[in-house]
């Protein structure tokens, strides 16, 4: 039996993945054939409803699936675990309290109080019993450090049992502090650093967005693990202007 995804994130295994806000399960299909280690799908931005987003894990076969939450609401961690999901990304976690209540939301007792389902991660019924047994070994929990309030009290969320670690937004952490979009700024880079000590004290995993190869490589080489590259969006648009603008007569 393989390992479980968390069981690789935990050990430290480099898994790379994209960024997906097309609600078309074609484009998962084509995201799985490209060799992507796990699919990031966003329900922050993009339009999804926990029914698309289910399509979308189903299309994604055996390559997991982490889910952005557009809300820390516990109705929406249940519905993205429910569906299959591997784990769950959250959203602006700013206080350990508000890390606890996800921790609570996402596991079942006596580690959490998630509710019990008759949904596909459990097999539609037929598999309730096996599912409950190692789902809380096997879901991942990663709360998103995006603002400044996080970076201030991030040793205290580091210290919540049950998260599995820290994925870094460094655009929404550049305007919390005033510098929009400056993500080489130093002083975004040393709040980004604040966070990686802080994850690495309590050997957490580390995770970050970059919208290319070389601007997530320096935080791979300094121990990001959980890296999502691109996003479907402009991964489609960059492939389609390069056959355009190479086929087409200069102006």
């Given at each position: ?18 960024i ?44 997991p ?85 996080a ?101």
């Amino acid at each position: 039996m393989s390992d479980s995804f968390r069981t690789r994130l935990r050990r430290g295994d480099l898994l790379v993945g994209t960024i997906v806000g097309l609600d078309a399960p074609e484009v998962i299909e084509i995201l799985v054939g490209a060799g992507f280690d796990w699919l990031f799908l966003d329900a922050e931005h993009a339009p999804a409803s926990p029914q698309n987003l289910q399509r979308l894990i189903i299309a994604a076969g055996s390559t997991p699936c982490l889910v952005r939450l557009p809300t820390q609401d516990e109705i929406w961690v249940k519905r993205a675990l429910d569906s299959g999901a591997a784990g769950i990304i959250v959203p602006q976690v700013n206080t350990a309290a508000q890390a606890a209540n996800i921790v609570r939301y996402a596991k079942y007792p006596p580690e959490g109080a998630r509710g019990i389902g008759i949904a596909r991660a459990l097999g539609y019924g037929y598999e309730v019993a096996d599912y409950i047994g190692r789902a809380n070994a096997e879901t991942v929990v990663m709360v998103q450090a995006e603002h400044l309030e996080a970076v201030r009290n991030i040793e205290a969320i580091a210290a919540v049992p049950g998260i599995d670690g820290f994925f870094v937004g460094p655009y929404d952490l550049s305007a919390s502090m005033g510098k929009t979009g400056q993500v080489a700024d130093p002083e975004v880079v040393a709040a980004i650093d604040t966070v990686s000590r802080a994850g690495k004290a309590r050997s957490l995993s580390l995770g970050i967005f970059g919208v290319s190869p070389e601007s997530v490589a320096p935080r791979i080489a300094a121990g990001y693990t959980l890296v999502a590259c691109g996003v479907d969006t402009m991964l489609l648009g960059n492939g389609a202007r390069a056959v355009a603008q190479a086929l087409k007569p200069a102006r």
